[in-house]
């Protein structure tokens, strides 16, 4: 059975840092793209970054562009999202997710999904 967790969210204040877990069950981490993914209060998911299976680049929104890293441990079958500089616009719910053998991370394809992990950024 393959599950994605997320973990480390919490309440940060503007300016502050977090980084965020996904550790992956069931799953060749190696061989999955792996996206970040958020949602903020009345609003649609968005894509924050996408890390590609095959070619190993890392795409991120603009809005977080220069703020946040993702990192991948596949030893440990985990996916890291170090934020930093964190403003009140990117208190959302967190999540990860893989797309099997992909350099992409369109939303509707994604394979598997955690259940996400609260950000909160407030002074």
């Known amino acids: 059975q393959v599950q994605l967790v997320e973990s480390g969210g919490g309440l940060v204040q503007p300016g502050g840092s977090l980084r965020l877990s996904c550790a992956a069950s069931g799953l060749t981490l190696d061989y999955y793209a792996i996206g970040w993914f958020r949602q903020a209060p009345g609003k649609e998911r968005e894509g924050v970054s996408c890390?590609?299976?095959?070619?190993?680049?890392?795409h991120y929104a603009d809005s977080v562009k220069g703020r946040f890293t993702t990192s991948r441990d596949n030893a440990k079958r985990t996916v890291y999202l170090q934020m930093n500089s964190l403003k009140p616009e990117d208190t959302a719910v967190y999540y990860c997710?893989?797309?099997?053998?992909?350099?992409?991370?369109?939303?509707?394809?994604?394979?598997?999904w955690g259940k996400g992990t609260l950000v909160t950024v407030s002074s």
């Open positions: 890390m590609g299976s095959r070619d190993g680049i890392t």
């Open positions: 997710a893989a797309n099997y053998y992909s350099d992409s991370c369109v939303e509707n394809y994604m394979d598997y």
